[in-house]
């Protein structure tokens, strides 16, 4: 009697085929969805009327997807549509300077040939000890150009522990790896804007080289620029020697372009039509906001915040409108929301003070700090905030836990006249789609395709111009 044997290689690929077919129909109902895929505004109190005089616009770049969703905001409705197989912004999107900033302490030229002798190693880093430091502030730009500010010195009563790692990458000098003090590990609220051609940038406090002020960079390097300056230095690893461009080098320059009055330190930066916006803290605890032109002369001073606390920093909210500038001040120690305060140019040049409280926030009247705008007649304020939710996510399959997440926007309309709220809606950009599930970026969520563990990184966010744009 014959024995019927299967093949097993015909059985893989039949097994193969159809994990094929699947992943293949996986994607082409992603596709299909994402082409379907159109930004939705839901209201859930008020009249949509209310937002007729405001006008937004924004992008979703849905990167895993390789795909982006636009959408606008006009006389009260929402309209927009998806673009496949193109997961780069447009360069009409007009996104926020974001910038790269951050302190490090690094062993003084004069104590680099003690800190070499007494190092060790192990695998690619280098450790060594000193007890005196230059405080170096490094400032990468917008335009891919940086700069390396001397900002003061530092002792130490006991010796602290410095690394390098000269065999990962070039470039590495002994730096301070542990117990930065406070006073320059947390510096925060150091914002950037190009005003007139130029980057500006507040910079400067107690006891630092550079005195607290908006000062205009006046050269910053290119990454080639920056590779090809001549080392100056040199690290023991092991039994060699490996030269370095030393942390303690500056390189770069800025100059004093705008230092208010009687000023403790500078809060935030805002460009407004031809005039630059200065929100700082004086020496008494009040909060100004100045408005400069480009001869640094201050036209208007407006005071803010009487006798407010001396722990403040703020962050600029995107208000898609160049006439207008919204901060919100925070306490440094504990990110509570003290002001919402929102600037606007009128037309004979003066300027148009809206200030919010910060409890309006934390009861729910106020949405968020993602955008707030101004109606055109002054009378009602336009917020537009991150909506948190719960989530059940199996990060892997041994951990489920439930996680917070952003699903979408809080829309909210607020009536000045009335100090009431008289609009409330969710705005949905398709960071939430069944299919995707998107959390905040690093986030990772583990899921069955094609009978194959796979998992992706959720790296979906959404862009609000400053300035409403065409699709």
Not at 206 to 215: A, F, H, I, K, T
């Amino acid at each position: 009697m014959r024995a019927n044997h299967k093949a097993p290689d015909r059985g893989l690929a039949v097994l193969g085929v159809a994990a094929v077919l699947v992943l293949a129909a996986g994607v082409a109902g992603r596709s299909i969805g994402l082409q379907k895929l159109q930004a939705t505004l839901k209201e859930e109190t008020g009249d949509r009327e209310e937002l007729e005089s405001f006008s937004l616009s924004g992008y979703t770049l849905l990167q895993a997807e390789n795909a982006i969703t636009y959408f606008e905001l006009e006389n009260g409705e929402l309209t927009g549509r998806t673009m496949t197989e193109t997961a780069v912004l447009p360069e009409n999107a007009q996104l926020g300077n974001s910038f790269y900033s951050h302190t490090e302490l690094a062993v003084r030229p004069e104590d680099r040939g003690a800190t070499n002798q007494g190092s060790a190693f192990s695998g690619n880093t280098a450790e060594s000890q000193a007890q005196d430091f230059v405080v170096m502030r490094k400032i990468e730009l917008p335009d891919d150009t940086s700069l390396r500010l001397y900002m003061a010195d530092y002792h130490s009563d006991t010796a602290q522990r410095v690394t390098a790692y000269p065999n990962m990458w070039s470039g590495m000098d002994w730096t301070l790896s542990e117990n930065v003090p406070d006073a320059y590990s947390r510096w925060r609220g150091e914002a950037i804007i190009q005003w007139q051609g130029s980057w500006f940038l507040n910079l400067g406090g107690d006891n630092m080289r550079y005195q607290p002020g908006v000062w205009k960079v006046t050269e910053s390097l290119t990454e080639e620029e920056l590779e090809a300056l001549p080392t100056d230095g040199d690290v023991r690893y092991g039994d060699s020697t490996v030269p370095v461009l030393c942390k303690s080098t500056e390189y770069g320059s800025v100059e004093m372009f705008y230092q208010p009055q009687n000023v403790e330190s500078v809060l935030n930066l805002a460009p407004m039509e031809q005039y630059l916006g200065v929100l700082y803290l004086d020496t008494n605890g009040n909060v100004w906001f100045d408005l400069v032109d480009e001869n640094a002369k201050c036209v208007q001073q407006t005071l803010i915040r009487e006798k407010g606390e001396g722990d403040l920093y703020a962050i600029m909210a995107n208000t898609q409108k160049t006439d207008q500038a919204c901060f919100v001040l925070y306490q440094e120690e504990t990110y509570t929301t003290v002001q919402i305060i929102l600037l606007q140019i009128n037309a004979d040049g003066s300027l148009h003070v809206v200030n919010l409280p910060g409890e309006m926030k934390d009861n729910g009247e106020l949405a968020g700090t993602t955008v707030v705008q101004l109606s055109q007649d002054g009378q009602k304020v336009l917020s537009v905030g991150l909506e948190e939710a719960a989530l059940q996510v199996d990060r892997n399959p041994w951990n489920t836990e439930s996680v917070t997440y952003y699903s979408g926007y809080r829309v909210n309309v607020y009536d000045l006249d009335r100090k009431a709220q008289t609009f409330s809606g969710t705005l949905d950009t398709g960071r939430d789609m069944t299919w995707g599930r998107y959390l905040s970026s690093s986030d990772f969520i583990y899921y069955g395709l094609a009978g194959e563990l796979m998992s992706m990184n959720r790296d979906s966010y959404t862009v609000f111009p400053q300035q409403t744009q065409e699709g």
